[in-house]
């Protein structure tokens, strides 16, 4: 009789468990990700806040790496050198709608490196943010050329240029206001307009091959044609940043197949069989793809 039980019991429990696991993984992948749990014991019995994930595959010999959890991630911003120019920017922009789109400190100081080891002279930020109301869609206040291109345009040489694409001055107000605050408005040369408007103009104007450096965080279905264009401009040895290829974890999870995402996942399978270019996909705010012009 007690062995009965205790049948009954333990498949009652393994039924609950498989309902669980299967609700668990009917989830996308993004929530999936937040509802891990976080805590584990090291080999030292030590509790941490953080997670530790291997690939799937056998092939890369169950390489372990650590999935950034909130306390680890108030680590690293503690650990970014962050100008105070650009902490006020930042501070000043975190309450408008779409604030969240922006990079963040860690990307921004990782653009900034990768300028200077380069020697960057000129650079090009292609990025314009829009929002949908109701059926209008309305520009961000200077989400696209404020933190990055600040970020960018204080390492530059007193020499240097960057070309800024965007299509509605309303977003530069602030933008403008800390170019002037940092004293680098001279280096900030804004292009009106649509950003693939703006780069064919530029390759019209023969400036091909004659730019270091670009970084694009815009309209994701554009990403192709914005590389393409850029990949003209860029002279070889330089590097093209792209942000978001990562997208909140949806491109690894087959169950989401909206526009954005599949125009991201058909991007990142074009770049990693583009000869032209070496590429490092960097798991940096959103995911960052480094590209180098061969």
């Keep these: 009789m007690a062995s009965s039980l205790v049948a009954n019991r333990f498949a009652f429990v393994l039924l ?18 937040r509802l891990r749990p976080c805590k584990f014991k090291t080999k030292n019995q030590f509790t941490t806040n953080c997670c530790v994930s291997s690939a799937h595959d056998e092939k890369y010999s169950n ?10 991630y108030d680590y690293i911003l503690r650990n970014v050198r962050e100008p105070e120019i650009l902490r006020q920017l930042r501070e000043e922009t975190a309450g408008m709608r779409g604030s969240q789109m922006q990079v963040s400190p860690d990307q921004a100081q990782l653009l900034a490196m990768l300028v200077q080891i380069l020697g960057a002279q000129r650079c090009i930020e292609v990025g314009v943010y829009t929002v949908c109301v109701s059926s209008y869609s309305t520009s961000i206040l200077s989400l696209f050329s404020g933190y990055s291109s ?17 299509r509605d001055a309303r977003s530069l107000e602030v933008a403008k206001k800390y170019y002037e605050r940092a004293g680098v408005s001279h280096k900030v040369k804004i292009k009106h ?45 330089g590097i093209i940043v792209i942000d978001n290829v990562l997208w909140h974890g949806k491109v690894a999870d087959q169950m989401v197949n909206d526009a954005k995402t599949i125009s991201i996942r058909n991007f990142n399978k074009n770049l990693m069989e ?21």
């Design 63 to 72: 390489k372990q790496v650590i999935s950034v959890t909130p306390p680890l």
């Design 16 to 33: 609950k468990t498989e309902k669980t696991v299967a609700k668990f993984h009917s989830f996308p992948l993004s929530e999936r990700l």
């Design 193 to 237: 307009g649509l950003a693939a408007d703006s780069l064919k103009a530029l390759i019209l104007n023969g400036e091909a091959s004659s730019y270091d450096f670009a970084f694009v965080d815009a309209e994701k279905r554009m990403y192709q044609e914005y590389f393409e264009l850029l990949l003209q401009l860029i002279r070889v040895g």
């Design 150 to 166: 600040l970020a960018i345009a204080l390492v530059l040489p007193e020499s240097g240029c960057l070309v800024a694409c965007e």
């Design 274 to 294: 583009d000869e032209r270019v070496s590429i490092s996909m960097v798991p940096i705010g959103d995911g960052m793809t480094i590209c180098q012009k061969r």
